[in-house]
């Protein structure tokens, strides 16, 4: 049998995923994490984008959707606290494309840095889940 690590992820509504693994790949805020079992101890921040998960006797790994959060890993335990996190196949891509307009539309238009600033991380959110439903079209394909 293969050795796991046990994976929780969080958001702030409800728990969208807790159970084995043999990895897990994190977007990490540096760029991405591969996490294997017994990795070192970690504490980091995460960026809007998909956390694959590896779990054992399956062939596919599972996508998961996070925006902004932070990541603990522990030598058999991850953990994933994220302010946003949708299961891959609940991802729409009709919301997320009109995500992605409105963003765009509200940096062209700006008038104070911050509503600059807000547009930006809706427009890398929207961005973001774009690329999960990508992966995951891809994975099935």
Do not use: C, W
Not at 34 to 43: D, E, S
Not at 129 to 135: D, M, P, S, V
């Amino acid at each position: 049998m293969a050795m796991t690590l046990h994976v929780d992820i969080v958001s702030a509504e409800t728990s969208i995923y807790s159970g084995s693994a043999e990895y897990v790949i994190v977007p990490a805020e540096m760029g991405e994490v591969g996490i294997y079992p017994r990795h070192a101890p970690m504490l980091t921040r995460i960026k809007p984008g998909s956390v694959r998960i590896k779990k054992p006797f399956e062939a596919e790994e599972d996508l998961i959707y996070v925006s902004s959060g932070i990541l603990e890993v522990q030598p058999h335990v991850v953990t994933i606290l994220s302010d946003t996190a949708i299961r891959g196949a609940d991802l729409d891509e009709a919301r997320a494309m009109e995500a992605k307009r409105h963003a765009e539309e509200a940096i062209r238009n700006r008038t104070s840095a911050m509503e600059y600033a807000e547009a930006e991380a809706e427009l890398a959110m929207a961005v973001a889940q774009l690329r999960a439903i990508e992966k995951l079209r891809r994975h099935r394909a």
